[in-house]
């Protein structure tokens, strides 16, 4: 389905009897319309992140309509954040089989769906089904294509591209916001998730941008003779087909009926004769329709099993186990400070200064510019992006360990603006993704990420929960958070030495037979 980064933009040559064929550079690699798929997937976070970001504003309203308790109100916020990533494998299944292209307009109008229909919420479970599930897969099939299809466009500037397009989940998370809010106080929440529903439905307007990227073949002279006569063939015949699926009747036919026609035959005869043609070409071009879907199908759903199941799959790749095991605890460590911070500060009395400048806002801006520095850097050529992201990764568990040792907004600011600059990391997720597995398999490997991503996500703030209820501190939460994280960036430093051992041995012990 996915051509590799070596083989899009660059020239392939096949040696025949026939000659040579090469595919043309593509235009539109690292420029031209590339960037019309960064600004698509800038929207799509925009309109998909930025939203979940801003359902603090939905989850107070729920809380006085449906004097529910906190905790099961905000399993709505969490499901739908979740959801949106725990999908990612079977979305990987739709991306192989009908292109990111028509996945993301399908996911775009299930996405407007569940936000339309939860704005005629009665209770909390049914926002669980409508907001919850609905809206959180119709995400899912939106996010996932737009991160995939920069992929595909850059090769050289693949860093950059994410970090511009990944910046939208902030600028989202600002707009969305104030949306929301001026939504609900001038037509209530109800109102406001169905106008929010309309909104999104501009998501099927960024999914027509992701236009696939088509391989030109280069011919030579030996070819060119036949080369055109194949295609001039194959134009006569698309003609002659075009004109029996209008109803024209072809050449043969209309000899056939001028020398069975005889003076005197009823023309309601050449009626039905018309008719009946007509209806067998219908139900052929049904019949190769229905037939070529199969085929398709079949075809995505065993590139989609052979990545997860087959003996190919990409849990062979030991380095990439490693990286869904690290996923596990990565997303946590990022949300859970945007939870328990407001705590913290009243905790230290510190609430008149974070009301100036909140500590959650220095980590949201800060993040913003990290996507794009990191990216940057990333793209260096001297520069390794997987060693970019392990830095990054080593950066974020520090903070993450000495904040609770913080009790000063000084030192707590300088400490979020760092989490917020390193947690900017989350663009180079898919490069180094594309970097382990190829553009291939990218659709899967990073569905299978986010994912994980998405576990972490929805089970890591009840987890830090529990543990403030068992110790009454919050310090021991991001001190737990934290180890696990930081095992989790271990096993990405440890497993490529180990397969490298391994390797080696393997070699001695052929070198011994042989």
């Known amino acids: 389905m996915y051509a590799s980064h070596e083989d899009i933009g660059c020239d392939c040559e096949d040696d025949s009897k026939h ?7 593509d235009p539109d690699i690292d420029g031209g319309w590339a960037w019309m798929i960064v600004f698509s997937s800038f929207l799509v976070h925009v309109l998909i992140m930025g939203s979940q970001m801003a359902l603090g504003v939905l989850n107070m309203e729920w809380l006085e309509e449906f004097s529910q308790s906190r905790g099961l109100t905000a399993w709505v916020s969490s499901l739908s954040m979740g959801i949106t990533l725990i999908v990612g494998p079977f979305i990987g299944l739709f991306i192989n089989t009908c292109g990111c292209r028509k996945t993301a307009v399908t996911g775009g109008i299930l996405n407007a769906l569940g936000w339309i229909l939860s704005s005629y919420a009665s209770n909390v479970y049914y926002l669980f089904i409508t907001f919850g599930v609905t809206a959180g897969i119709g995400s899912g099939m939106v996010y996932l294509p737009a991160v995939v299809m920069v992929g595909e ?4 500037r693949r860093a950059l591209a994410q970090g511009l397009s990944t910046t939208g989940t902030g600028f989202g998370a600002f707009l969305m916001t104030v949306l929301l ?7 209530g929440w109800r109102n406001a998730m169905f106008i929010q529903g309309a909104v999104c439905l501009n998501l099927c307007v960024c999914a027509a941008l992701m236009r696939p990227i088509y391989h030109k073949e280069e011919t030579t002279e030996k070819e060119g003779n036949s080369s055109k006569s194949q295609s001039l063939s194959k134009a006569l015949s698309c003609s ?15 000899d056939r009926q001028s020398q069975d026609h005889k003076p005197g035959s009823l023309p ?9 043609l007509r209806k067998n070409v219908y139900v052929l071009y049904i019949l190769k329709t229905v037939s070529q879907l199969t085929v398709t199908v079949q ?4 590139t989609w099993y052979a990545s997860y199941f087959g003996a190919a799959s990409l849990f062979t790749n030991r380095t990439f186990a490693a990286f869904v095991f690290w996923a596990l605890f990565a997303y946590s460590t990022f949300v859970i400070p945007f939870i328990h911070l407001p705590e913290i500060v009243k905790q230290y009395n510190l609430s008149a200064q974070n009301d100036i400048f909140p500590l959650t806002s220095i980590i949201a801006i800060v993040h913003i510019f990290g996507k794009v520095i990191l990216g940057i850097i990333s ?5 390794s992006a997987w060693n ?8 974020l568990v520090t903070c993450i360990l000495i904040l609770p040792l913080m009790h000063t907004y000084v030192g707590l600011a300088v400490v979020c603006a760092l989490i917020g600059f390193s947690s900017g990391y989350f663009s180079l997720m898919p490069v180094v993704t594309e970097d382990l597995v190829g553009i291939k398999h990218l659709a899967n490997a990073y569905g299978i990420i986010i994912c994980a991503n998405g576990i972490s996500a929805l089970l890591g703030p009840p987890f830090a929960g529990w543990i403030y209820d068992l110790t009454q501190k919050y310090d021991f939460s991001f001190y737990i958070c934290g180890v696990l994280y930081l095992v989790g960036i271990l096993s990405l430093l440890i497993q490529p030495y180990i397969g490298k051992k391994k390797t080696a041995v393997e070699k001695g012990i052929e070198n011994g037979k042989v």
């Open 19 to 25: 000659g040579e064929k090469k595919l043309k550079p």
């Open 153 to 156: 466009y850059f090769q050289k």
């Open 181 to 187: 809010k001026n939504l609900c106080t001038e037509f």
């Open 240 to 254: 002659a087909e075009t004109l029996t699926c209008n109803g024209v009747l072809c050449e043969e036919e209309k």
């Open 268 to 276: 309601a005869l050449e009626s039905k004769d018309t008719t009946q």
């Open 299 to 302: 075809k995505g759903f065993r």
């Open 379 to 383: 793209d260096s050529p001297c520069v």
């Open 388 to 395: 970019v992201f392990m830095a990054a990764n080593f950066t």
